[in-house]
């Protein structure tokens, strides 16, 4: 597996102090790492309590100038510029503590962010990293003029148009999203606020840690700002600063090509909500998973059809009949002249191929390793078949006894012997080996 296959985390711990923009308070934000499939998840340590806050779209509060996330009254503000940082520069997991409830603003950018994780360091860990493959358009379209569509892709891009009040500073810029393009091209652009917004935001209670270093003012065609633009498109680089933060509210990665006209954080964390729901109906279609008993037990067909993906006419056990342990499984085929096999193999001379045996076999030996803690809701897929033999003819009216016994299993590889039996005499057994794969 590649690394970026896999999921990443912080090396160590690492803190950034500064003001924050709309509070104007002073806070402290230490990066840690996090175990696997742990995700973001923010802390506020100024309470007593600390309570942890998900960086998920369902804890998405409001979306005035910035995205604000809520868990039982507990409220963090901004999230968007250091989520962004943290999935841009390739970070899966990651606990974000907080002395206040807006980290710093800093220099308006995620770059100081994005220095912070590289001062932390990133490392592998061995979970596989779940991205959502985007198969089937999303549009969205909203009333003010704002269009986010996302289209199937291999990568993950981001093609956005940024119209200012009356049409100024339309910008465009498309840009395939990596840790490499990330810090480069997207994390060095800063916010940026119209002079005539200013006036009602502060009479929100809003930007009280806004300055001139932290921000690009525009009046008119003017810049107000200590620093010259860091690129001639800076504006439309900080959108897509913002849609990288937002659509990782959507608790999982995308490939898939964002088009973006006019994107806010309100119709971009409404764009994180509908792949959320897209993601779940693909989802919906994975069998739910089955609990397989772990102490001695019989499994009735239906049963049986709940764990394994077989069906008519390659499902070849009727019934779990006893477990022994958690290495070995029992069960049963009932072999009748309906077996559809049997109008070719042979006319005038039914007899059950050799290598359907063998298959019935493997299916009674993967359910004993879909038991396997870690394994259930997963699929078996028989790899190799080693010692086969066959004894005796097995005919219309025999009952198959499968018994098998797990051996060696290492990760998702396992080897498993199994013999079939019919009244008392084998009549086939073979040593398999099996691959455990997601369904």
């Known amino acids: 597996m590649s690394a970026s296959a896999r999921q990443h985390t912080l090396v160590k711990s690492a803190s950034i102090t500064g003001t924050s923009l709309h509070t104007g308070e002073q806070v402290t934000l230490t990066l840690h790492p996090a175990p696997e499939n742990f995700g973001f998840k923010f802390r506020r340590m100024d309470l007593e309590d600390k309570p942890f806050i998900p960086a998920l779209v369902e804890k998405v509060q409001k979306v005035e100038r910035a995205t604000t996330i809520a868990e039982g009254g507990v409220n963090v503000h901004t999230v968007e510029h250091v989520i962004s940082a943290l999935a841009g520069m390739g970070v899966d997991n990651a606990i974000i503590e907080m002395d206040s409830n807006e980290p710093p603003i800093v220099d308006g950018s995620s770059l100081p962010f994005v220095e912070l994780i590289k001062k932390a360091g990133i490392q592998e860990q061995q979970a596989a990293r779940k991205v959502f493959e985007i198969r089937e358009p999303i549009y969205q379209e909203t009333r003010d003029g704002t269009i986010i569509t996302i289209v199937p892709d291999k990568k993950f891009r981001i093609s956005c148009t940024n119209v200012g009040p009356g049409g100024r500073f339309t910008q465009y810029f498309s840009v395939e999203i990596n840790p490499e393009t990330y810090e480069k091209e997207i994390a060095p652009a800063r916010t940026f606020v119209y002079y005539e917004d200013i006036a009602p935001l502060m009479e929100k209670g809003l930007i009280k840690g806004g300055t001139l270093e932290a921000a690009v003012v525009v009046r008119g065609e003017t810049l107000l700002s200590k620093q010259p633009l860091r690129f001639e498109n800076e504006f439309v680089r900080h959108k897509i600063l913002d849609l990288v933060g937002d659509l990782m509210l959507a608790g999982k990665r995308i490939t898939g090509h964002v088009i973006a006209v006019r994107p806010g954080h309100g119709p971009n964390t409404e764009m994180a909500r509908a792949i959320d729901v897209q993601y779940n109906a693909m989802r919906a279609m994975v069998p739910p998973t089955v609990n397989i008993p772990t102490g001695d037990a019989v499994l009735d067909i239906n049963e049986v059809m709940r764990i394994l993906p077989h069906r008519y006419p390659f499902l070849l056990v009727d019934r779990i009949i006893g477990f022994e342990g958690e290495t070995k499984c029992t069960g049963i085929k009932n072999v009748t002249i309906n077996e559809p096999f049997f109008q070719g193999h042979f006319p005038g001379h039914p007899?059950?191929?050799?290598?359907?045996?063998?298959?019935?076999?493997?299916?009674?030996?993967?359910?004993?390793?879909?038991?396997?803690?870690?394994?259930?809701?997963?699929?078996?897929?028989?790899?190799?078949?080693?010692?086969?033999?066959?004894?005796?003819?097995?005919?219309?009216?025999?009952?198959?006894?499968?018994?098998?016994?797990?051996?060696?299993?290492?990760?998702?590889?396992a080897q498993a012997s199994a013999r079939c039996i019919v009244n008392g005499q084998v009549v086939s057994e073979a040593d398999l080996m099996f691959s455990v794969v997601d369904r």
């Open 351 to 413: 007899i059950m191929p050799g290598v359907l045996q063998l298959e019935a076999m493997a299916q009674v030996a993967s359910i004993v390793l879909l038991r396997l803690p870690g394994n259930q809701g997963k699929i078996g897929y028989f790899m190799s078949a080693n010692n086969v033999k066959w004894r005796k003819p097995v005919q219309p009216g025999d009952t198959l006894i499968i018994e098998t016994e797990m051996h060696k299993i290492k990760r998702s590889i």
